[in-house]
T-cell receptor
Framework: DAMVIQNPRYQVTQFGKPVTLSCSQT?????MYWYQQKSSQAPKLLFH???????NEADTPDNFQSRRPNTSFCFLDIRSPGLGDAAMYLC??????????????FGDGTRLSIL | AQKVTQAQTEISVVEKEDVTLDCVYE???????LFWYKQPPSGELVFLIR??????QNEISGRYSWNFQKSTSSFNFTITASQVVDSAVYFC???????????FGSGTRLLVRP
């Protein structure tokens, strides 16, 4: 089945130790997104890629970076995780803007814990 | 400014009851899209429905139905004969035409008790 796959499902890292979360998709969608969702809150968009074009949200901390080496894969890098970065990280994909009525398709998420 | 309000933080019903989740949105754009997503305890966000601003036709899909009213800027979601498996957090979301960003409401946690 075509889908959005996130690995790992659970990630534990130490305070200040860089961590990378991965996302892959078989939907061949142009756009890939990363969201942060803290407990009992709505998902918050961090950034998105339209093909190779990177778009950062204004309030996304510099600590968060992303890479998209090809259409299928997208990575979220947290350079120096703090305790406040513990959250669920959701990857999503969608088609290009002229199809903006198309839904975003989400992966299962990676739950990040910081020790 | 665009905004989505889900005033119901948590709803608890007994199985087989009908339940309506409210969603009110704000936007000055004439073309926009509304979505409902379900987030079960496992964490993934599951797409349920999309509605375009120029299509006010209500929709029914099995036990689910959606009532879109532009006059009141509302897009409410009703589950008929609720089941325990419906227990989840439900998010309403808004997206502007040619914008990528989904603006989520704060979510409504639905608990369906046996």
């Amino acid at each position: 089945d075509a889908m959005v796959i996130q690995n790992p499902r659970y990630q534990v890292t130490q305070f200040g130790k860089p961590v990378t979360l991965s996302c892959s998709q078989t939907l061949n969608h142009n756009v890939m997104y990363w969201y942060q969702q803290k407990s009992s809150q709505a998902p918050k968009l961090l950034f998105h890629y339209y093909d190779k074009d990177f778009n950062n949200e204004a309030d996304t901390p510099d600590n968060f970076q992303s890479r998209r080496p090809n259409t299928s894969f997208c990575f979220l890098d947290i350079r120096s995780p703090g305790l406040g970065d513990a959250a669920m990280y959701l990857c999503a994909t969608s088609r290009a803007p002229r199809d903006s009525n198309q839904p975003q398709h989400f992966g299962d998420g990676t739950r990040l814990s910081i020790l | 400014a665009q905004k989505v309000t889900q005033a119901q933080t948590e709803i608890s019903v007994v199985e087989k009851e009908d339940v309506t989740l409210d969603c009110v949105y704000e936007t000055r754009d004439t073309t926009y899209y509304l979505f409902w997503y379900k987030q079960p305890p496992s964490g993934e966000l599951v797409f349920l429905i999309r509605r375009n601003s120029f299509d006010e036709q209500n929709e029914i899909s099995g036990r689910y139905s959606w009532n879109f009213q532009k006059s009141t800027s509302s897009f409410n979601f009703t589950i008929t004969a609720s089941q325990v498996v419906d227990s989840a957090v439900y998010f309403c979301a808004l997206r502007m035409d040619s914008s990528y960003k989904l603006i989520f409401g704060s979510g409504t946690r639905l608990l369906v008790r046996p």
